[in-house]
């Protein structure tokens, strides 16, 4: 089996491929890591057939739904994911053949309901339900220390201890594991009373996901998160640096989409405010002439990325973004007017 690490941060993902078939797949992919996928794939002469979450992630964006369109790969998941982009759904025992890989389900549930744990030539992948040195948090949606108990006791735990664990996470950069090194030194599997346990998972005080609730948005219904909403756009328009606009685009527009109180504060000398909730419906009338440049600023940049490109769809070509929005404007020192 050819075995492939990939690492993003704290994130986990895996690529696992059939030497004879050369049929592959990417376990817990991260919308981060999407190029490089294909690209180990492609390294080793293998094609990626099918992309699978271990669960409902909310701490990473999961790349599955987009791998799946790109590489007509079948998106995998357990039977009770709500995800609406899987094909193919796993329940405990069932299992998936990749080439001659043989994936073996065990339903997990604890971390979240979906979770499940995968078994593969001398392989565990555990998602969140067991970590180097730790166990899946149950303060989540759907998560359950009760469940998580017995999935870890009356199932992780009896597997094969030369197994070779890989979690979807590892905050630490420990990097490899054995299921018979978690038995004996993990601290959330020492004390195998149940109650002793809930208690412990129940009184951890672990920080939130940063982006928890756009993490569960995407993974869950499919959608795209800011930064890929903010590449994507950035590819269609071109910027403007705040000296350019200084110095060469005095003839041009000068769209703030700001909310009309932050630009009352300060805003840049000959600006326009048209905020950025109401640009579909007002730029036609405020802005008559569509084949004026217009150069469209914010605060920091992104907002007007999104506005610039929503412009340039609407017909106005010559649009551009101040780069990195006022802050770039202050930190050069130039002038700001106040209304």
């Known amino acids: 089996m050819i075995f492939e690490h990939i690492s993003s941060g704290g994130c986990q993902s895996y690529l696992l491929g059939c030497e004879k078939t050369r049929a592959a797949i990417v376990i817990d992919p991260n919308l981060h890591q999407i190029d490089h996928y294909p690209f180990l794939a492609?390294?080793?002469?293998?094609?990626?057939?099918?992309?699978?979450?271990?669960?409902?992630?909310a701490d990473h964006f999961s790349a599955a739904r987009e791998m799946g369109q790109k590489l007509n790969a079948g998106v995998v998941a357990h039977r009770l994911s709500p995800a609406p982009y899987a094909e193919f759904f796993l329940d405990d025992g069932e299992k998936l053949k990749v080439g001659d890989i043989t994936l073996q389900t065990l339903h997990t549930p604890g971390h979240t309901r979906d979770s499940m744990c995968l078994v593969a030539e001398g392989h565990l992948f555990t998602g969140d339900t067991l970590l180097i040195g730790g166990a899946g948090r149950i303060d989540l949606p759907t998560g359950d220390p009760d469940a998580l108990y017995d999935s870890l006791f009356h199932r992780v735990l009896t597997l094969d201890p030369a197994l070779l664990i890989h979690p979807a996470h590892d905050y630490k950069g420990q990097g490899h594991s054995t299921l018979g090194d978690e038995i004996a030194t993990n601290p959330r599997l020492q004390n195998r009373d149940r109650k002793s346990f809930v208690a412990m998972m129940k009184g951890l005080d672990l920080e939130l996901p940063a982006h928890?609730?756009?993490?569960?948005?995407?993974?869950?219904?499919?959608?795209?998160?800011?930064?890929?909403?903010?590449?994507?756009?950035?590819?269609?328009?071109?910027?403007?640096?705040?000296?350019?606009?200084?110095?060469?685009?005095?003839?041009?527009?000068?769209?703030?989409v700001r909310e009309r109180d932050a630009f009352e504060a300060g805003h840049i000398p000959g600006a326009v405010n048209l905020p950025r909730g109401q640009l579909e419906l007002q730029a036609d009338r405020r802005l008559p002439d569509a084949a004026r440049r217009i150069v469209v600023c914010c605060g920091t940049g992104e907002m007007a990325i999104l506005a610039a490109a929503t412009l340039r769809e609407l017909g106005f070509v010559h649009t551009a973004a101040l780069r990195d929005g006022l802050k770039a404007w202050q930190e050069k020192d130039f002038p700001l007017s106040r209304s």
Do not use: C, M
């Open 212 to 256: 928890l609730t756009e993490a569960l948005r995407v993974n869950i219904h499919g959608g795209k998160p800011l930064f890929q909403l903010l590449a994507e756009a950035s590819d269609r328009i071109s910027f403007v640096s705040a000296e350019e606009l200084s110095q060469e685009w005095g003839d041009a527009v000068l769209l703030d």
């Open 42 to 57: 492609a390294r080793h002469g293998l094609h990626i057939r099918y992309v699978l979450d271990t669960h409902t992630h």
